[in-house]
């Protein structure tokens, strides 16, 4: 007998800040996984663009406005993934107990993005290898020929 292995629709992590730990959970649902792994990968290429961008930069202002851009580009990934709450909270843990602007957190939350992003990428795996097995099922199921009993014989 054969068992299906299929991973669960929300996916749970913690994130350990200080003696601080905030649970959190992504929403890995099909409507949301539709959504998000678009959005992640368009965050993800503008992140590098940004990181790219701030390795030649020198200007205390400009590095803080990349700072800024940086945490708009990955902070809505990341609450259309956890929620507000779960990222407010991360917020509040970076700042022990005190609420940091998400750009005073952005090595943090790149940590944060990378999970999220992670498990999109698995979720959009699993899709993929589910149809590439539904394929080579039918591939071999053709590859056997007719069935005799289908030729009248």
Known sequence: MRTLKVRKSFER??????????????DCTDEK???CAARAIEARD???RLDEEKSREYDRAALDGLAERLAGVIGGVIVDAIGQGSYDAILTACGDG???????CNLVMAQVFAVVCQAYVERLDDVRQSKAAHYLQDVVKDAQGPDEAQQGR
């Open 13 to 26: 992590f913690e994130v350990e800040v200080g003696d601080e730990t905030v649970e959190c959970v992504i």
């Open 33 to 35: 996984l539709n959504r």
């Open 46 to 48: 503008e992140a590098l």
């Open 98 to 104: 005190v609420k940091l602007k998400p750009a005073q």
